[in-house]
């Protein structure tokens, strides 16, 4: 038995053209594809309501933690920048008082360069008058002129074939004798301090300066070592100092060809005389604060002259510290003092230098060299410091000289080993 389809009752055949009539069809046996979708499109609204739910739950948990996370990081940070700034501020106290004391040790030790100064000044003058009172000893103890070593000593002993010194020709011209040999004891001793203090110097100087002196030292067969024995240049680069500064002491002024201001002799003694007195007080101090030329227009010449002269001779442009510069100043006063008191007196007390090479004359000189027991010198190596007629008397000058022995009379080219 075949099942057969029949229609349903309900519904009546109806052509498909006619479209007064609405059809009406039953979706319950058999659901069409329009059913489906919207099926589906009815559960997708809770659907995603859920997904939101959940999605809104996961993304607001790590927010919270990032925003945790960036406070504690914050906070990190910002003790870390409080303690930076503790470091900064505890390392800027340190260098303030870094500074502090650096400022206070460079100040205590320019005060103690300027009392070294001043102590090497001092024990130069004590040297030197301790020297001469140990000539005044054996002048006591000799009785004979002829073998004293006195810098300052009569000549009526002396060779009958040397000129007669001239007498003074007034009884206040005598007056000037005593503070004469005081000047000539002070400028050896301020010139004895440049050379040390220029001597000092030396290694910040360069090899250029070093290699000039040696050359200045060739033609009087003067070899010596900067390094192994630095006093061995001392009494040379005085040698050298003292004929820079003396050079023509005789004329006026200091000049070559030097035009005499005051023609009148009797008012330049004056006038000589009275700017020694001015002069003899004035300091250092006082140059610093007003300068040469405030109280002595020809010393401030004679100043910038003789400066220029060694700058020349040592081939040294650097500036030049203070303390040496001070030793400058004691030098050129000394000497342009002992200028001024020799032209103070008619006539004028002369200077006299002597070469190399020439025989070396107990009366006139002083040799700077010891060992004098074993070796006897014969000629005249250098001149240290230039001497100085006095009237009747004489200021011997002092040298280095070559000796020969005593016992067999050899001849022996010899540098002194130590120096008065």
């Known amino acids: 038995m075949s099942y057969k389809h029949h229609p349903t009752p309900l519904h009546k055949d109806s052509p498909r053209n006619n479209d007064d009539h609405l059809t009406v069809s039953c979706n319950k046996c058999r659901p069409t594809s329009r059913?489906?979708?919207s099926a589906v499109h009815h559960q997708s609204p809770t659907n995603g309501l859920f997904k939101s739910i959940l999605s809104s739950l996961t993304k607001k948990s790590p927010q919270r933690k990032s925003d945790a996370s960036s406070t504690t990081s914050t906070s990190r940070d910002t003790l870390r920048d409080e303690q930076w700034k503790l470091a900064v501020a505890e390392l800027s106290h340190k260098l303030l008082q870094a500074t502090r004391k650096r400022d206070e040790a460079l100040l205590e030790a320019s005060r103690l360069k300027h009392s070294m100064a001043e102590l090497e000044k001092k024990?130069?003058?004590?040297?030197?008058?301790?020297?001469?009172?140990?000539?005044?000893?054996?002048?006591?103890?000799?009785?004979?002129?002829?073998?004293?070593?006195?810098?300052?000593?009569?000549?009526?002993?002396?060779?009958?074939?040397?000129?007669?010194?001239?007498?003074?020709?007034?009884?206040?011209d005598m007056v000037v004798v005593e503070p004469f040999i005081n000047c000539v004891s002070d400028s050896r001793s301020a010139v004895r301090v440049l050379s040390r203090s220029l001597t000092a110097q030396l290694r910040q100087m360069g090899g250029k300066v070093t290699d000039r002196i040696t050359a200045l030292l060739q033609p009087?067969?003067?070899?010596?070592?900067?390094?192994?024995?630095?006093?061995?240049?001392?009494?040379?680069?005085e040698a050298l100092l003292n004929r820079t500064f003396y050079e023509d002491f005789e004329t006026s002024g200091f000049e070559r060809n030097g035009s005499d201001h005051v023609l009148n002799p009797i008012e330049e003694r004056k006038v000589n005389y009275r700017s020694f007195t001015t002069l003899q007080g004035l300091t250092w101090d006082e140059v610093l604060n007003k300068g040469t030329r405030?109280?002595?227009?020809?010393?401030?010449?004679?100043?910038?002259?003789?400066?220029?002269?060694?700058?020349?001779m040592l081939g040294w442009n650097r500036a030049w510290p203070e303390p040496l510069l001070q030793a400058f100043f004691g030098a050129a006063k000394s000497v342009w003092l002992l200028h001024l008191l020799s032209s103070s007196v008619r006539p004028r007390l002369p200077i006299?230098?002597?070469?190399?090479?020439?025989?070396?004359?107990?009366?006139?000189?002083e040799d700077m060299g010891e060992d004098k027991g074993k070796l006897v010198p014969s000629s005249v190596r250098?001149?240290?410091?230039?001497?100085?007629?006095?009237?009747?008397?004489v200021v011997k000058c002092r040298v280095l000289c070559r000796y020969h022995n005593n016992n067999n009379n050899n001849n022996t080219q010899g540098s002194p080993v130590a120096f008065h």
């Open 35 to 37: 059913d489906k979708i």
């Open 123 to 172: 024990l130069s003058k004590l040297e030197i008058y301790t020297h001469n009172l140990q000539s005044g000893l054996e002048i006591c103890n000799n009785n004979s002129n002829s073998n004293n070593n006195s810098p300052y000593q009569t000549r009526k002993d002396l060779s009958p074939k040397n000129r007669i010194q001239p007498q003074p020709q007034h009884a206040n």
């Open 220 to 237: 009087y067969d003067v070899h010596i070592s900067f390094t192994k024995n630095p006093r061995g240049i001392l009494i040379y680069l």
């Open 294 to 312: 405030y109280f002595s227009e020809e010393f401030s010449r004679f100043c910038d002259r003789k400066m220029s002269e060694i700058v020349a």
């Open 352 to 365: 006299f230098r002597v070469e190399k090479g020439i025989k070396f004359e107990r009366d006139y000189m």
């Open 382 to 393: 250098i001149m240290v410091s230039p001497g100085f007629y006095v009237f009747a008397n």
